[in-house]
């Protein structure tokens, strides 16, 4: 029995995967896309399974469902899904998106040029570019984005102590900076971050409560961000993003910029009004910037954040049909390890 088929837009942003999901979306229960993610989590996570795992994706697979909007000023919301679950926010996944759905008229903005966007961690601004038919930039600002622990020395087996820092910039990371058992990852092959990043994920999450102050189901610390050398001399720094089980972001990573530039804003090394070009694990560049400083008051007291953004570059390259069918042994995917 077919379960179910969906038509996809498959597009990469600076090399990471995005399918956008244009039918088949279940109705979600829920008045916030926070809470429909929790619905979608708890009874359609079998889509996400199929589309995302072998042998329908793999294992950087990252997409996105387009719904409308939950807010009266919004055009849009998007509920992000990809191999480690649904995430409350998605940089990459936003750039991909937007160019996929206004190329192919998915989403008509109120204004030309400019999307309001509901998502799970809050809601965020766009600004995109176009060329004749194709969007040729995408700008997104970002949630507020802080840094949330600082100079943690973790115990990793076989490895050694690693200091670290946590940040938020729409996803909780783990950020390890060149030291004594971590030469940068210019010195690093893929195999040895998938190696010890979820080595590195698990000491952390287990020692380190990361709760989001406004939204307690933005939790748990889900990335690591490893830093080094840039390949490019216009870069201001490089990164490689762990997520999920064995993926490395091919992008730079939008909320991974956004917690870089938080945890080096908290330490005097970024201030408001920079730009900030970081480079991914294959040469490719985000811009982001500071546009802001916030602060939040919490029952734990004022947290200072800043409000980033980040302008990156996506491209289509198919359109897919896709059918999960539950006569089909592997209709929900597998992993291999
Ligand atoms: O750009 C981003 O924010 C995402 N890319 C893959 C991992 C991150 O969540």
Not at 195 to 223: F, K, M, N, Y
């Amino acid at each position: 029995m077919i379960k179910g088929t969906f038509f996809c837009i498959d597009a990469h942003t600076c090399g990471n995967p995005v399918r956008i999901v244009t039918s088949g979306h279940p109705n979600l229960r829920g008045h916030s896309m926070s809470e429909k993610r929790q619905d979608f989590l708890e009874n359609h996570d079998w889509i996400r399974q199929g589309l995302m795992f072998e042998p329908r994706g793999h294992d950087m697979m990252s997409g996105a469902f387009i719904y409308p909007p939950c807010s009266e000023d919004a055009d849009a919301s998007i509920l992000f899904i990809e191999t480690s679950g649904c995430l409350p926010m998605c940089g990459h996944g936003t750039i991909g998106t937007v160019t996929g759905a206004i190329e192919n008229g998915l989403i008509t903005p109120k204004i030309p040029g400019q999307l309001t966007l509901d998502v799970p961690a809050g809601k965020i601004q766009v600004e995109y570019q176009q060329q004749n038919n194709k969007v040729t930039a995408v700008k997104l600002y970002n949630v507020a984005s802080y840094l949330a622990h600082q100079n943690i020395v973790l115990d990793i087996p076989e490895l050694g102590q690693l200091v670290v820092d946590v940040s938020y910039g729409g996803n909780y990371y783990v950020i390890v900076e060149p030291q004594d058992n971590f030469p940068g990852i210019d010195q690093w092959s893929a195999g040895d971050i998938l190696r010890w990043s979820p080595i590195v994920r698990s000491v952390a999450d287990a020692v380190l409560e990361c709760i989001h102050p406004q939204d307690p189901t933005v939790c748990g610390i889900s990335h690591v961000l490893w830093t080094g050398r840039p390949q490019n001399l216009e870069s201001d720094a490089a990164n490689a993003v762990f997520y999920g089980e064995k993926a490395i972001d091919r992008s730079p990573c939008g909320t991974g910029t956004s917690a870089r530039m938080a945890q080096l804003f908290a330490k005097g090394l970024l201030s408001k009004g920079d730009t900030f070009t970081h480079e991914s694990y294959i040469g490719s560049q985000f811009v982001g910037k500071i546009e802001d400083e916030v602060e939040i008051t919490t029952p734990a007291g004022v947290i200072k954040m800043i409000k980033p953004s980040i302008q990156g570059w996506a491209k289509v390259f198919g359109k897919n049909c896709i059918t999960i069918d539950d006569e089909d042994p592997y209709a929900f995917g597998f992993t291999v390890s």
